[in-house]
């Protein structure tokens, strides 16, 4: 019951903050009337197409915003590409900025709405609507405009990988193996005096993996040298290349096999690229091939570590690969000529194997 001195306005009042305080439907009397109902937040979808609006508006901002930023780094996206880095990488590049868009402009809209809204709520010109601050609403809206920003993005993003793409191949693709053996070439180019430090760089990440090391696979004592057959685009000249055996995880399927990477010219560029050859020696074809997919891409990101390498180490790794190729031809010598060594067939031999050995790596 109300005080009798409450008039009309006054009693108005009471019931309307008492029906917004408990939200409950309830039944009450005014001025000689009786009255069921409740006073409570409601959501429509009535604004929803007034909603839809601003969204669109944005999502083709960012769109143009975007496919602007695509064709201003057409040379930097090269530049990506010819260091290895994947196009589907170059994709999500452009997804990892809109995310950043995204970001910036919820934070940015909630704290200027919220911002906006206490300032008309102290100047009483919200016409008596309350604001919320700590609504849901808020949250429905930010995912709103980041899954606007994110879809007016792959387009653009499309376009870059597309521009990476040098044939209609999205990425690399590896080959079916022969037998026990798959033989591959990987996409890098080498210089000449690098090719001879490849060999070493890979000897320091496999000791790595060797006794006491962990990681995905565990590797024996590698083996620096020069490939029986010659380079046939460089008159016979030896090929540097590097063995090791390999055991990748986990080690309860039993697959072991011989690893070899040889840097021969390539007959299209004339460069060295990398040939990579894997021997099974245990374990099924089908374990050893699906460890394979990842050691292979372990593999790939050793060799794009090799753009990062400074020259003072590349010149290193170039004297502690001749140094340990020179040691191993010398090796191969005696154990090839054994007892024949005599004399000047003995001089001939050693002669001609330090020859190649030195016309190798004495760059």
């Given at each position: 019951?109300?005080?009798?001195?409450?008039?009309?306005?006054?009693?108005?009042?009471?019931?309307?903050?008492?029906?917004?305080?408990?939200?409950?439907?309830?039944?009450?009397?005014?001025?000689?009337?009786?009255?069921?109902?409740?006073?409570?937040?409601?959501?429509?979808v009535?604004?929803?197409?007034?909603?839809?609006i601003?969204?669109?508006?944005?999502?083709?901002?960012?769109l143009?915003?975007?496919?602007?930023?695509?064709?201003?780094?057409?040379d930097?996206?090269?530049?990506?590409?010819?260091v290895?880095?994947?196009?589907?990488?170059?994709?999500?590049?452009?997804?990892?900025?809109?995310?950043?868009?995204?970001?910036?402009?919820?934070?940015?809209?909630?704290?200027?709405?919220?911002?906006?809204?206490?300032?008309l709520?102290?100047?009483?010109?919200?016409?008596?609507?309350?604001?919320?601050?700590?609504?849901a609403?808020?949250i429905?809206?930010?995912?709103?405009?980041?899954?606007?920003?994110?879809?007016s993005?792959?387009?653009?993003?499309?376009?870059?990988?597309?521009?990476?793409?040098?044939?209609?191949?999205?990425?690399?693709?590896?080959?079916?193996?022969?037998?026990?053996?798959?033989?591959?070439?990987v996409?890098?180019?080498?210089?000449?005096?690098?090719?001879?430090?490849?060999?070493?760089?890979?000897?320091?990440?496999?000791?790595?993996?060797?006794?006491?090391?962990?990681?995905?696979?565990f590797?024996?004592?590698?083996?620096?040298?020069?490939?029986?057959?010659?380079?046939?685009?460089?008159?016979?000249?030896?090929?540097?290349?590097l063995?090791?055996?390999?055991?990748?995880?986990?080690?309860?399927?039993?697959?072991?096999?011989?690893?070899?990477?040889?840097?021969?010219?390539?007959?299209?560029?004339?460069?060295?690229?990398?040939?990579?050859?894997?021997?099974?020696?245990?374990?099924?074809?089908?374990?050893?091939?699906r460890?394979?997919?990842?050691?292979?891409a372990?593999?790939?990101?050793?060799?794009?570590?090799?753009?990062?390498?400074?020259?003072?180490?590349?010149?290193?790794?170039?004297?502690?690969?001749?140094?340990?190729?020179m040691?191993?031809?010398?090796?191969?010598?005696?154990?090839?000529?054994?007892?024949?060594?005599?004399?000047?067939?003995?001089?001939?031999?050693?002669?001609?194997?330090?020859?190649?050995?030195?016309?190798?790596?004495?760059?």
């Amino acid at each position: 019951m109300l005080p009798p001195k409450f008039g009309y306005r006054e009693s108005k009042e009471l019931i309307d903050r008492y029906l917004e305080q408990t939200g409950r439907i309830t039944y009450y009397g005014l001025d000689c009337f009786t009255f069921l109902g409740r006073r409570a937040r409601a959501r429509t979808v009535d604004g929803l197409v007034e909603m839809l609006i601003p969204l669109v508006i944005a999502a083709l901002t960012v769109l143009n915003t975007m496919k602007g930023s695509v064709y201003e780094r057409k040379d930097e996206i090269f530049v990506h590409n010819s260091v290895g880095i994947a196009p589907r990488h170059v994709f999500f590049m452009s997804f990892t900025e809109a995310a950043v868009y995204a970001v910036v402009g919820s934070v940015l809209g909630y704290l200027l709405s919220q911002g906006t809204g206490r300032v008309l709520s102290m100047v009483n010109f919200t016409g008596g609507l309350n604001m919320t601050f700590a609504s849901a609403s808020a949250i429905y809206a930010s995912l709103a405009i980041a899954a606007s920003v994110f879809v007016s993005t792959w387009f653009p993003a499309r376009t870059a990988m597309r521009i990476a793409t040098p044939t209609e191949d999205v990425g690399w693709r590896l080959p079916d193996p022969t037998g026990d053996t798959w033989s591959f070439r990987v996409p890098f180019t080498f210089s000449f005096r690098d090719r001879i430090a490849i060999p070493a760089f890979f000897s320091r990440y496999f000791e790595d993996h060797g006794e006491g090391g962990s990681g995905a696979f565990f590797a024996g004592r590698p083996t620096l040298g020069v490939g029986k057959e010659g380079d046939p685009l460089a008159d016979g000249a030896p090929v540097p290349q590097l063995e090791v055996n390999v055991w990748p995880k986990p080690f309860d399927l039993g697959v072991s096999q011989v690893f070899r990477i040889a840097l021969a010219t390539d007959p299209e560029t004339h460069e060295f690229i990398p040939t990579i050859t894997l021997e099974r020696l245990s374990g099924s074809r089908e374990n050893w091939m699906r460890l394979n997919r990842r050691f292979i891409a372990l593999v790939r990101q050793r060799l794009l570590h090799w753009r990062a390498v400074g020259d003072d180490q590349r010149r290193e790794m170039f004297e502690e690969a001749k140094k340990e190729m020179m040691s191993e031809a010398g090796a191969r010598v005696r154990r090839c000529a054994g007892a024949q060594v005599r004399g000047r067939a003995g001089a001939r031999a050693r002669g001609c194997a330090g020859a190649r050995v030195r016309g190798c790596a004495g760059a």
